[in-house]
Nanobody, 126 residues
Framework: QVQLVESGGGSVQSGGSLRLSCVVSGYTASNYCMGWFRQAPGKQREGVATINGPGSTSYAASVRGRFAISEDNAEDTLYLQMNSLKPEETATYYC????????????????????WGQGTQVTVSS
């Protein structure tokens, strides 16, 4: 059973930055895809960024160039650095895991991920 625990959410003003963390345990080394998703009230959960065991990353077009996904394998931690945040990015952010390295957000949606954290709230004020 893979367990994921997020932290790092909070409130920032438009243009500000936050870094989210997700401690992951119980996963298969190298044969995985992990990602960050977000869901605003009344909206569908959407993919933000993913990374797989070999280190390939994928980003939603709306965050490319502002957000960066990374991982520290020694600490079993997934990160999401978010810069230049916008009010419309207010949402609950989740980290997620699935087996296998097939990971591009072009082809893989939230429904493909099998394990989820509890979520962390990000609020961006204008």
């Amino acid at each position: 059973q893979v367990q994921l625990v997020e932290s790092g959410g909070g409130s920032v003003q438009s243009g500000g930055s936050l870094r989210l963390s997700c401690v992951v345990s119980g996963y298969t080394a190298s044969n995985y895809c992990m990602g960050w998703f977000r869901q605003a009230p009344g909206k569908q959960r959407e993919g933000v960024a993913t990374i797989n065991g070999p280190g390939s990353t994928s980003y939603a077009a709306s965050v490319r160039g502002r957000f960066a996904i990374s991982e520290d394998n020694a600490e079993d931690t997934l990160y999401l650095q978010m810069n230049s945040l916008k009010p419309e990015e207010t949402a609950t952010y989740y980290c997620a895991y699935k087996n296998g390295t097939y990971c591009s957000l072009i082809y893989v949606g939230y429904y493909s991920f099998t394990d989820w954290g509890q979520g962390t709230q990000v609020t961006v004020s204008s």
